[in-house]
């Protein structure tokens, strides 16, 4: 599985998830670093659903921040989520990619450049970084 280069947008709710994906532009949905922490797995995924279902017609690719914590992360994987980023250092990193790979799921050691939509003046700027950033780097500096 190779993930998609949809441009990447930090959601922290279903109303970020909402206003990214009105705009109907092939996109990334990230979680916060470390969301499987605190929200959890089930969360992210009923909120992806969410709103994918109200926007079925925009592609659209979704990774959960798993941080350190692998247990979560095999949790995740369990659950159904696909592709998910999980520290390099986190115990038993490389095990936890190679159970994702034999589910066909992806593991990045690092999170992609993204807008972070709990940035003041960030959704500002949503519109151009889906229309201009078509592969990384694209559209210069990049917020994570």
Known sequence: MNVKQYPAVIVHSL???RAVLVLGQ??????????ALYAGAAWWLA???????ENS?????DILDCADA???ALSALRLGQRIIV????APGCASVAAIAASLGCEVLTH???????SVPG????????????TRPGDSGPTVS
């Open 15 to 17: 109303a970020h998830a």
């Open 26 to 35: 092939p996109v990334t949905l990230l979680s916060a670093h470390g969301a």
């Open 70 to 72: 692998s247990g979560l």
């Open 57 to 61: 017609a925009v592609p659209l690719e």
């Open 86 to 89: 999980l520290e390099p250092a």
């Open 122 to 133: 960030e959704a500002r700027r949503l519109h151009d970084w889906l229309h201009v950033q």
């Open 111 to 117: 999170r992609p450049a993204a807008l972070d939509m």
């Open 47 to 53: 909120l992806v659903k969410r709103a994918h279902l």
